[in-house]
């Protein structure tokens, strides 16, 4: 975890990317486009976190149709800029089975996370799944999935704000900013 001075010092030298204007765009766009496909098959939306906690709680209220809610917790990074081994902390649960579930994340960066959720809801017998994220790191490896729903693209630099954390810090950003 970075001290205080740390973490204003990493703001303070960051890019801003997207403005928070530019972020409540992409997600009113991605509102939209998720109530015209999923509108009608009461979902099951499961949240990761942490990082999708802001990006989730400023999508739901524009999802206006019947859905269920609930989350599961897998991290990779901890408070690293690389990926690591995936630790489960909280699975997805049974009722999963026969349901059309859309599992919303902060960040699709190498793809990895995204891709163990889906190989586990539908190992656990799910109907559909569908897959949104806020952000989509453009990178030039292949990645094991592509998400269905996408906020914004981004390059392919360490990113954080909007729930994504950067050293643990500034989740708590309205808009995207990247490490210099
Ligand atoms: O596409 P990938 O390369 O797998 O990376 C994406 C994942 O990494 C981050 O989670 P992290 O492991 O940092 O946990 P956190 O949400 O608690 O920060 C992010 O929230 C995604 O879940
Ligand atoms: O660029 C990133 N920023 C924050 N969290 C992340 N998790 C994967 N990639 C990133």
Redesign the pocket.
């Known amino acids: 975890m970075a001290n205080v001075a740390e973490a204003r010092g990493i703001l303070n030298s960051s890019d801003i990317l997207f403005t928070a204007e530019e972020v409540n765009a992409a997600v009113d766009r991605m509102a939209a486009d998720i109530t015209r496909e999923l509108g009608e098959s009461y979902p099951l939306v499961l949240s990761?976190?942490?990082?999708?906690v802001v990006f989730t709680g400023q999508l739901l209220p524009r999802l206006i149709f019947p859905l269920d809610f609930d989350y599961v917790h897998?991290?990779?990074?901890?408070d690293k800029t690389q990926?690591g081994e995936l630790v489960w902390k909280t699975a997805p649960k049974e009722d999963v089975r026969d349901r059309v579930v859309l599992v919303l994340?902060?960040?699709?960066?190498?793809?990895?996370?995204?891709a163990a959720i889906r190989d586990k809801v539908l190992a656990m017998g799910a109907k559909a799944f569908y897959s949104g994220v806020f952000a989509n790191k453009l990178i030039s490896k292949d990645k094991p999935i592509k998400a269905d729903f996408v906020g914004i693209d981004v390059p392919d630099r360490y990113v954080f704000g909007y729930g994504?954390?950067v050293r643990g810090a500034w989740r708590n950003l309205p808009a995207i900013h990247a490490l210099k």
């Open positions: 990761v976190m942490g990082g999708a897998v991290s990779r990074y901890g990926g994340d902060d960040i699709l960066d190498e793809g990895h996370t995204m994504m954390d």
